[in-house]
């Protein structure tokens, strides 16, 4: 019950991405061991309208722009980063495989063209830059549900 924690995910679907990966664009069942534990990105130094592959959906009293696996062209290259443990040596991982999977394919096809430009300085700053938004999110308090309700006469 204490935050930091993401309402779900979004995605595109048919993002080419994710040709091998069984999803809506949604969370499912399949993403829980992907995202449960994953760190984010906060993209709030990329381009305006910049839209990653997997998006988490941040609180509603933070609403920052958030990334698990994202795309740029970066100077002449290109490239997919993920926040999400996809190493392919998780062999009790059979989702967070298959996205691998999923994600190599992509970046070896015709097909991986990142639509957005990001500057170095930018997608570097993601690892070495604590963000500019900075609050507490510790709390000794009980949620409301389970805080005693006042007696009524």
């Not at 997997?54 to 926040?83: C, H, M, Y």
């Not at 015709?110 to 170095?120: E, G, I, L, R, S």
């Amino acid at each position: 019950m204490r935050p930091p924690h993401t309402l779900g995910i979004l995605c595109d679907s048919r993002n080419p991405a994710l040709a091998n990966f069984p999803t809506e664009n949604h969370s499912d069942l399949q993403w829980w061991e992907i995202v449960n534990k994953a760190q984010v990105m906060n993209l709030e130094d990329f381009p305006k309208g910049f839209k990653p592959i997997i998006q988490p959906i941040d609180t509603w009293f933070l609403n920052r722009k958030l990334a698990l696996v994202l795309e740029a062209k970066v100077g002449k290259g290109k490239l997919i980063v993920s926040s999400a443990n996809l190493s392919p040596d998780l062999k009790d991982s059979p989702a967070a495989q298959q996205l691998y999977f999923s994600l190599q394919n992509y970046m070896i096809s015709d097909q991986f063209n990142p639509k957005y430009q990001v500057a170095y300085n930018t997608v570097k700053d993601i690892f070495e830059s604590p963000s500019k938004i900075q609050f507490d999110t510790f709390t000794k308090d009980s949620p409301d549900e389970l805080k005693p309700k006042p007696k009524t006469n």
